[in-house]
């Protein structure tokens, strides 16, 4: 019998993994589905159980319920409990074991991009405080020697964040103001908030007019392909990388997880492109 696979989320009509998904299975020859479900919010804790009734094997959790989904969980993985947050769920022993990949996802993504096997000394500006900031924060807070900055709109949250990173010990706070005069010390910036997503596509968290010499910039959004301020980080010659690696990352990872089969991330970047082109 078929497995089947999904994703929760509040909207989630938009949601790409299903495509992703389901290219891969048939590529790869792997007998699954994969749907996904628009879950209300009052519903969470009863959908879990009905998955878990009906034999889902795995499961993807998208905004807003990353945080939200982990009381109804039998486990949650260290790593994904420190980040407050799940993303990929898979059942084990009969028990749904909760996972954070963000970081990870992001972080291969950007190796890969940079050419590089890993960070030394970088100095990286971590644009917003919300659940993919912090998992990148709690990722890139493994290499001890970085100067990770955080510049957020409400300065609060960006504690917050520091707090959970394991106190990094080159960690500055900032508002975006300060950010973007500060811009040209970074050798990476990360934008992780919603802005400049479609359709507010003319938005940006700060404007990129100085960057420092080698600098790259990564926007986690992946729709538009190029926001607001990666087009600027271009024009200032920076090298860029949009979410959509990130993206495929997660459901090559889930897919690995769920099924023990690697598959090719590649392949989902050419349909990313396509259906967002
Ligand atoms: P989240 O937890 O809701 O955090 C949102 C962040 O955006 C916060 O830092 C928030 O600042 C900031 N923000 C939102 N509206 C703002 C505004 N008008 N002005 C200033 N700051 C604003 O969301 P998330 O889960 O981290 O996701 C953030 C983005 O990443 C989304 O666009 C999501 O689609 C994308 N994402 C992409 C991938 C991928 O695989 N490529 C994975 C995960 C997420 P405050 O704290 O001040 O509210």
Redesign the pocket.
């Known amino acids: 019998m078929s497995e089947l696979f999904g994703i929760i989320g509040n909207p989630i009509a938009h949601s790409l993994s299903p495509l992703l998904q389901n290219e891969a299975y048939q590529l790869n020859e792997i007998d699954a589905y994969f749907q996904a479900f628009h879950v209300e919010h009052e519903d969470v804790e009863t959908a879990i159980k009905g998955m878990k009734a009906i034999g889902i094997k795995g499961f993807m959790v998208t ?1 807003p319920y990353k945080a939200k989904v982990i009381p109804f969980l039998d486990e949650v993985d260290a790593i994904a409990l420190k980040k407050g947050a799940v993303n990929i769920v898979q059942l084990i022993d009969g028990k749904y074991v909760g996972y954070n990949f ?1 970081g990870e996802a992001w972080l291969q993504g950007l190796l890969e991009d940079m050419n590089r096997q890993s960070l030394h000394e970088e100095s990286i500006l971590i644009l ?6 912090l998992s990148i924060y709690h990722t890139l807070s493994q290499y001890g020697e970085l100067r990770i900055d955080i510049a ?3 300065i609060e ?1 960006a504690n917050a964040l520091k707090e959970v990173g394991g106190d990094h010990k080159y960690t500055n706070v900032l508002s975006l103001e300060e950010a973007e005069s500060m811009q040209y010390q970074y050798d990476v910036i990360v934008q ?4 400049g ?1 479609w359709p507010d596509i003319d938005q940006s ?1 700060i404007h990129i007019t100085k960057l420092k010499k080698d600098a790259f910039v990564s926007d ?3 729709n538009p392909a190029e926001t607001k301020i990666l087009k600027q980080a271009r024009q200032n010659g920076a090298r860029t990388q949009n ?1 959509m690696k ?2 495929a990352l ?1 459901n090559a990872l889930s897919i690995e997880k769920w099924t023990g089969r690697k598959v090719n991330y590649q392949q989902m970047m050419a349909s990313l492109h396509k259906a967002l082109s």
């Open positions: 905004v963000d917003g405080a919300g659940g993919a900031a957020n709109r409400t949250r992780t908030t919603s802005i997503m968290p986690i959004i992946y979410g990130m993206l997660q």
